[in-house]
């Protein structure tokens, strides 16, 4: 088992995410049993036998070999073309309800911190207000339902909390199934 996996800049745990995990599974890119791979999406039309270790995805080798993408573009809109391919591409993406996306912040795509419920994303009140606000938007126009939408993340919805690279905010949008 390899002693330190590669970083990712976008995705910076994906240990504690859930979306690489110790296996003894050979890699569907490689052929080498690396002892770790990866267990979330990836989009492609071709036919992949296996899952992915984490060095053929950072080194985008499983994306351009299956010509796939670990997550949808949409949310990256007004980032650069080489961000949109490292954070498609070249990163782990992550476990969720619906299609998970990626969010961005100070013109740049924000680093996935992860899966988290009302009091962890108290701990943020930037990211709590942005989603109150983001939802406000979608329609949740009584006050009463938003907020007991919110404080009971973690039955049935979750929030999914980012961290700008740039100025270090953090923020977040809702996931339920």
């Not at 590669?6 to 745990?13: I, L």
């Not at 010509?67 to 949409?74: H, V």
């Amino acid at each position: 088992m390899s002693a330190s996996l590669p970083f990712f800049r976008y995705h910076p745990d994906p240990l504690a995410s859930g979306s690489i995990r110790t296996a003894a599974d050979a890699c569907a890119c490689c052929k080498r049993n690396t002892g770790w791979i990866y267990t979330a999406t990836f989009y492609t039309a071709h036919e992949v036998n296996g899952r992915f270790c984490p060095w053929c995805i950072a080194d985008g080798s499983a994306a351009e070999r299956f010509a796939g993408e670990f997550t949808d573009s949409y949310g990256l809109d007004g980032v650069s073309e080489d961000v949109l391919h490292e954070v498609t591409r070249r990163t782990p993406g992550f476990h969720a309800w619906q299609d998970p996306h990626w969010l961005v912040h100070c013109q740049d795509a924000a680093a996935f911190v992860g899966e988290v419920g009302y009091t962890e994303l108290a701990a943020h009140p930037e990211a709590l207000d942005q989603l109150r606000a983001d939802m406000r938007l979608d329609g949740w126009r009584d006050e009463n339902q938003l907020e007991y939408f919110l404080t009971h993340l973690g039955d049935g919805a979750t929030a999914m909390l980012f961290r700008c690279i740039v100025c270090g905010a953090h923020l977040a949008y809702a996931d339920a199934s």
